[in-house]
């Protein structure tokens, strides 16, 4: 019966400090752009919450996020946390968010996702059509690889990591560029130098950013190439092209 009792106790404090934290969770970025990476924001109980029970969902009606919660007799530290929810299209939308087994949300809110503002000019814009974020290597030649960022509204940032003639390591910038084509980025290549990050202070006036070349990146597929991309640069006066593959992380 103490048993019971004391665990009886126990869920009811855990319910009143989770519905006590848990009571101004937002969506983050408040308005969304199509495609644009989309989080629950929500004020959590350190002690309550269980991140490994987290659960994102979808039904016809809404985004389901459901999490269990943790008996706790004395109220933690508060945390906030952010839960990803997708990506999506235009549209209107609704997250529930409900804590145990409950079968009414503790919190219910709406969203607008809008179509990402575009210059008006003509032809439009040149923009890809999927996201090429990863990073891209080949197997054959282990060692180095090619680590691509794909923002929402298509823009590019590329980190080379090789070897220079010496063997020492060496990295690039791939910065900044446009798409030639729905499949096709070109940009400027550039190496940065700078103070050591063993050093007690660092000096960003130490930093050298020098333009180094030129790279394209092809996504084109076509039946027997899916799956891979074709990187061609000229770096220091010298151009190579390479076959890459999204590595498996």
């Known amino acids: ?7 009886a106790v126990a ?24 495609f644009d990476p989309i989080n629950l924001r929500i004020n959590a109980d350190s002690c309550t919450f269980n ?3 987290v659960r994102v969902s979808k039904t016809d009606a809404a985004i389901v996020v459901r999490t269990q919660l943790n008996a ?83 823009g590019v940032f590329g980190e080379l990591f090789v070897y220079g003639t010496n063997g020492e390591p060496q990295w690039f910038t791939f910065q900044p560029g446009g798409w030639t084509s729905y499949s096709r980025w070109n940009g400027n290549v550039y190496r940065t130098t700078g103070p050591s990050f063993q050093g007690p202070d660092y000096d960003p006036r130490l930093v050298l950013v020098q333009p180094v070349g030129s790279a394209t990146i092809d996504f084109t597929q076509s039946p027997g190439t899916v799956g891979r991309a074709t990187l061609e640069y000229t770096i220091n006066g010298v151009t190579k092209t390479k076959t890459v593959y999204r590595f498996p992380l």
Request: aromatic share 10%; hydrophobic share 40%.
């Open 1 to 7: 019966m103490f048993r019971l009792t004391l665990k």
């Open 11 to 34: 869920a009811t404090f855990a319910l009143a400090a989770g519905a006590g934290a848990h009571a101004a969770s937002e969506i983050v970025p408040s308005q969304p752009s199509a």
């Open 51 to 53: 991140p490994s029970t």
């Open 72 to 154: 706790c007799l004395v109220a933690g530290e508060p945390r906030v946390v952010d839960i990803r929810v997708g990506t999506y299209p235009p549209g209107s939308y609704r997250v529930d968010l409900f804590f145990g087994d409950t079968p009414t949300p503790a919190e219910s809110l709406r969203f607008e996702v809008v179509d990402r503002p575009e210059v008006a000019v003509f032809p439009p814009p040149i923009r890809p059509l999927t996201d090429y974020t990863g990073m891209w290597w080949n197997p054959l030649e282990t060692g180095w690889a090619l680590s691509l960022h794909q923002g929402a509204s298509g």
